[in-house]
T-cell receptor, first 113, second 113 residues
Framework: AQSVTQPDIHITVSEGASLELRCNYS??????LFWYVQSPGQGLQLLLK??????LVQGIKGFEAEFKRSQSSFNLRKPSVHWSDAAEYFC???????????FGAGTQVVVTP | DGGITQSPKYLFRKEGQNVTLSCEQN?????MYWYRQDPGQGLRLIYYSQIVNDFQKGDIAEGYSVSREKKESFPLTVTSAQKNPTAFYLC????????????FGDGTRLSIL
């Protein structure tokens, strides 16, 4: 069965500093991987997705993610965070034919001045 | 603009009462999903539907029911059998293939009176 682990429940970062959020997955074949962001009281917004090809994927809002098959990881990065990046971030994996997703527990990001 | 509309945004349930959460999409998506979100637990799948008049149980279907009479609509009923219904409920839709992202509504927060 597929699963997703986000090891960090909570991360605090200073505005302007770099951010990296970890995501590890378990899946027998090549997975389809996604990162979403959720602001308080809102739904989830897609940041980026990985299907195949280039292992470095660019997304919206200046985010990127790198797929590393050898480490079963799909970490999300941003070179310089803005206060508006404070939110909860979810990693998800999909592998079933009908599009069922498995979500990680989420990482809460706090941005300090 | 195409999207997913969930209503109401806030809902209160009395003991022994059934309540229905609405989810409508105009994205022409075949698949629709209902998730429950509790703090620190990510998103858990309640029910999903790949096509009109067909739906399947997800990981936590007990105490919930759904219908899919129209492609655009996928209402969720929280029955009195659900003893701990207080949560944030998210509806999503997709083209129904594993390499396609899910698109989310803004959620409904259900509380017990």
């Amino acid at each position: 069965a597929q699963s997703v682990t986000q090891p960090d429940i909570h991360i605090t970062v200073s505005e302007g500093a770099s951010l990296e959020l970890r995501c590890n997955y378990s899946y027998g074949a090549t997975p389809y991987l996604f990162w979403y962001v959720q602001s308080p009281g809102q739904g989830l917004q897609l940041l980026l997705k990985y299907f195949s090809g280039d292992t470095l994927v660019q997304g919206i809002k200046g985010f990127e993610a790198e797929f590393k098959r050898s480490q079963s990881s799909f970490n999300l990065r941003k070179p310089s965070v803005h206060w508006s990046d404070a939110a909860e971030y979810f990693c998800a994996v999909s592998g079933d034919s009908w599009g069922k997703f498995q979500f990680g527990a989420g990482t809460q990001v706090v941005v300090t001045p | 603009d195409g999207g997913i509309t969930q209503s109401p945004k806030y809902l209160f349930r009395k003991e022994g009462q059934n309540v229905t959460l609405s989810c409508e999409q105009n994205l022409n998506h075949d698949a629709m999903y209902w998730y429950r979100q509790d703090p620190g637990q990510g998103l858990r799948l309640i029910y999903y539907s790949q096509i009109v008049n067909d739906f399947q149980k997800g990981d936590i279907a007990e105490g919930y029911s759904v219908s899919r009479e129209k492609k655009e609509s996928f209402p969720l009923t929280v029955t009195s059998a659900q003893k701990n219904p207080t949560a944030f409920y998210l509806c999503a839709s997709s083209l129904g293939r594993s390499n396609q992202p899910q698109h989310f509504g803004d959620g409904t927060r259900l509380s017990i009176l």
